[in-house]
C-alpha cells in the first residue's frame, strides 16, 4: 500500500497546467509534451529532493556516423525512477530515444545519450501522474488545466509588458509598464549614441522588443505599426546624423549623387546619404528560401531534433534597420532553442556555451547547398 501524504496525493492527482504543455511539429502533426526539467522539477517538489532517484540501465548507442564537419548520434536508454513513500519504495522504469549532431564525436554522443536519458525519466515519472505529463495520452485531455484567458473571456487581454530597455552590451536598463514610455527611452538611447556602431547595438538589444510591441499594439488596434515605424524612422534620422558631414565629402563623391540636388547638406533638408561613408557600410543580402527549406530539413545543432528551424545567426552581419542577416548564415535550431536563443541578450555567449560554432556550420550548410545546384544543372 502506497504511504504518500495526503498533500502529495493531491498534488499526483491535480490537473497538468496548460502553460507547461509545449507544442512542436513532426511532418506537419503538432506534438504536445514537457519538458524534462519540469518533470523533474515536480518530482522534487512532490516527492521531495531525497526521496526518489533515477538509474540510467541499458544505454545503448544505435547510429553514428559523420557528415562532412558534423558528427551524428543516436541512443536508446532505459531509466528506472525509484521514489521512497514512507516505509516503501515505488519502482517505475521508462525507455527514451535521443539524437545529438555537433561538431566533435564526444560531445555528439553526449547529447545523444542526454536527450534518450531525459525521454525515458519523463516517461517512467508519467506514470505517477497528470503533473508528469500523463494527461497528454488522453486524446480529451480531461487531466490539462484551462488557460487562463479561457477562464475569463470576458476580461480585457492583458498587456504583455513590463517592457525591458537593453544597453548597447545587452544589460537591462530600465523596465517601462507601457509601450510608450519604452519607446521614449528608446529615443533617448539612440540619441545618446556617440558612433554608428554604437547607435546599432541599441538597436540591437532592443529591437526584438520592439517587435513584440508591434504584434502586441497590433491586437488592440489597427493602426499598430505607428510606434514600430517611428522608431525606425528615429534609428534612420539618428544615422543620418551619425554619418561623416556631406561637405567633407570628395569631388568623386558627389558625382555619384551622395549630395541631393546639387546642394550641400547644409542647403538641404533631405540629403542622399552615400552609405559608403557610414561607419558600417551595408553588407550584401542574399535570400534564398530553397536554402531555407534545406537547412530545416536538417537535425537541431544543439540536441539533434527534428524538424527544426532555419535560424539566422544575428551577429554575422550589422543587422541595421530591422534586416535578418544574409541567408547564407542560417544553422538548424529545434523550436525549443531557437526560442531560448531568441531569449537570450548576448547570441555569441550562448553558442559558445553550447560548444557550437554556428558560422563554421551555416558556412557548410551554404557550400551544401550551393554543390547541390551545381550538380542539378
Not at 519538458?35 to 531525497?50: K, M, P, Q, T, V
Not at 491586437?219 to 517611428?230: F, I, T, W, Y
Request: with cysteine; proline share 5%; hydrophobic share 35%.
Amino acid at each position: 500500500m502506497m504511504e504518500f501524504s495526503p498533500d502529495q496525493v493531491r498534488a499526483l492527482k491535480a490537473k497538468l497546467k496548460a502553460k507547461n504543455v509545449k507544442i512542436r511539429h513532426a511532418n506537419g502533426t503538432p506534438l504536445h509534451y514537457v519538458e524534462g526539467w519540469h518533470s523533474i522539477a515536480e518530482a522534487n517538489r512532490i516527492f521531495g529532493f531525497d526521496a526518489w532517484d533515477r538509474r540510467t540501465i541499458s544505454p545503448k548507442c544505435v547510429h553514428s556516423e559523420r557528415s562532412g564537419r558534423t558528427h551524428f548520434a543516436a541512443y536508446v536508454a532505459k531509466v528506472r525512477v525509484s521514489v521512497r513513500a514512507g516505509a516503501i519504495t515505488i519502482v517505475r522504469e521508462g525507455c527514451g530515444m535521443g539524437e545529438g549532431a555537433a561538431p566533435s564525436p564526444g560531445k555528439a554522443h553526449e547529447l545523444a545519450l542526454k536527450v534518450a536519458e531525459t525521454d525515458a525519466t519523463k516517461r517512467a515519472l508519467a506514470t505517477f501522474g497528470n503533473p508528469f505529463g500523463l494527461a497528454l495520452y488522453d486524446r480529451e485531455q480531461a487531466g490539462i488545466g484551462k488557460p487562463p484567458c479561457e477562464k475569463a473571456e470576458a476580461s480585457e487581454p492583458q498587456d504583455t509588458g513590463p517592457w525591458v530597455l537593453r544597453s548597447a552590451a545587452g544589460s537591462a536598463q530600465r523596465t517601462h509598464e507601457t509601450p510608450e514610455a519604452f519607446a521614449a527611452e528608446l529615443r533617448k538611447a539612440m540619441d545618446s549614441a556617440k558612433d554608428i556602431e554604437a547607435l546599432f547595438a541599441v538597436w540591437e538589444q532592443n529591437v526584438e522588443t520592439v517587435r513584440a510591441i508591434n504584434r502586441h499594439l497590433s491586437e488592440r488596434a489597427p493602426v499598430s505599426g505607428a510606434l514600430a515605424q517611428d522608431l525606425v524612422a528615429h534609428l534612420k534620422a539618428c544615422a543620418v546624423g551619425l554619418a561623416k558631414p556631406a561637405e567633407k565629402l570628395e569631388a568623386s563623391q558627389v558625382e555619384q549623387g551622395a549630395l541631393s540636388n546639387g546642394k550641400c547638406a547644409s542647403e538641404n533638408n533631405h540629403p542622399k546619404i552615400d552609405k559608403s561613408v557610414l561607419t558600417i557600410g551595408e553588407p550584401k543580402r542574399i535570400r534564398s528560401k530553397e536554402h531555407l527549406r534545406f537547412v530545416a530539413q536538417q537535425p537541431c545543432l544543439i540536441c539533434g531534433r527534428k524538424p527544426s528551424q532555419a535560424h539566422h545567426v544575428r551577429y554575422a552581419q550589422p543587422r541595421g534597420l530591422a534586416l535578418k542577416v544574409s541567408d547564407e548564415f542560417t544553422v538548424p535550431l529545434c523550436a525549443i532553442h531557437h526560442s531560448q536563443n531568441h531569449q537570450t541578450g548576448d547570441e555569441r555567449r550562448w553558442w559558445q556555451e553550447h560548444g557550437v560554432d554556428p558560422l563554421e556550420a551555416a558556412r557548410d550548410l551554404w557550400t551544401g547547398t550551393s554543390s547541390a545546384k551545381g550538380a542539378a544543372s
